[in-house]
């Protein structure tokens, strides 16, 4: 087991994990984050608004391990659909 | 009168009416003690159970791991309740019965209960009751694992735990013995360990709960249930039993 540490950004909020968890290894991690980003997500996209969530791993030494971040964006502009293409290529 | 068996008394008298005869009936059944460590398993998937497990001290809890290696809590128990009640009837296990934390348990052989059983029809139908009630509240945990988000699933949990222990006599004041692990809390709300701490955190914050060393304590028990929007009909308390609705003094 090895303990790790999730910082997470929640648009400007940022909470930094004291804490920890401890974990098998990298792999598990990984998984750890990807679903916390996930449940995140799942909770504060109904809300109204942009939002960019970020999630940074670090071990125990406060090396980060890797960083993973999801951004939400809401527009309810009347467009073409010849607009809205454009947008969606802009996005990408 | 045996201690062991006082603990199951009172769940039932709160959850039905239990007769002098059946309250004798209960007194009589023969057990042997176990003592069990967290995390162990008290009963495994797959293997065929001949006696029912009556928690003493402590919680266990009912649990099912995936392949992927995911593993989802469905239930969790204390003194009074007897997880595997349906194992009478199914004895071969769909599920593990595993000690969440420390705990002791009482082993009452299948052919015990069945013998007592086999002397009262009420204390069957009370039984009957109880392994409904059980089928009742999985249909809230479902509900809340379906449809809320993490802080209303975790602040459900928590009214749930505090209506239940109060109902055996377990709390004090307004707090309650929870020395499980956040691993486990996370695996009950079906969300990650990472997340449901943060949602911990959250719930202090708010000044809705506090939990150190293992105790839970409940600071305001109407904005608790409001967030969980926890309604405890489901755990069918008798009318006039203390443990439901307004009698939590010391919270507000």
Redesign the interface.
């Given at each position: 087991m090895r303990r790790f540490y999730f910082d997470i950004a929640l648009n400007n909020e940022i909470k930094e994990d004291t804490e920890g968890v401890d974990l098998l290894d990298d792999g598990a991690a990984r998984r750890e984050a990807v679903l916390t980003i996930a449940s995140i997500a799942a909770e504060a996209i109904p809300q109204d608004g942009p939002l960019n969530i970020a999630i940074s791993v670090l071990d125990e030494r406060e090396v980060q391990v890797f960083r993973a971040r999801v951004t939400f964006d809401f527009d309810d502009s009347k467009k073409t659909r010849q607009a809205a293409r454009l947008q969606r290529h802009k996005v990408e | 009168m045996d201690k062991t068996i006082d603990f199951l008394l009172r769940r039932l008298g709160a959850i039905g009416k239990l007769n002098a005869e059946d309250r004798d009936l209960l007194v009589s059944l023969p057990f042997r003690r176990r003592r069990v460590s967290k995390g162990e398993e008290i009963v495994a998937e797959g293997s065929t159970s001949s006696s029912c497990c009556l928690v003493v001290t402590g919680y266990v809890h009912r649990s099912k791991v995936l392949v992927t290696g995911n593993r989802q809590i469905f239930s969790l128990h204390m003194a009074g309740d007897i997880p595997d009640l349906h194992s009478l009837h199914l004895p071969k296990m769909d599920h593990s019965l595993v000690a969440t934390a420390p705990a002791e348990v009482a082993l009452i052989s299948h052919a015990a209960i069945q013998n007592v059983l086999d002397q009262s029809a009420t204390l069957t139908a009370l039984l009957w009751r109880d392994t409904l009630i059980d089928a009742a509240a999985f249909r809230a945990w479902m509900l809340m694992l379906g449809q809320a988000?993490?802080p209303a699933r975790m602040a459900h949990l928590f009214c749930e735990l505090y209506v239940r222990s109060r109902l055996v006599g377990l709390n004090r004041e307004n707090s309650f013995a929870l020395p499980i692990s956040?691993i486990a809390i996370a695996d009950m709300l079906g969300?990650?360990?990472?997340?449901a701490?943060?949602t911990l955190?959250d719930l202090r914050l708010q000044k809705l709960v506090d939990f150190e060393r293992g105790r839970v304590t409940v600071l305001r028990w109407r904005e608790l249930a409001e967030l969980g929007m926890f309604d405890s009909s489901y755990l069918h308390i008798m009318a006039g039993v203390v443990a439901d609705q307004a009698s939590r003094e010391g919270t507000r």
């Open positions: - | 988000e993490a956040q969300t990650s360990t990472v997340h701490n943060r955190q």
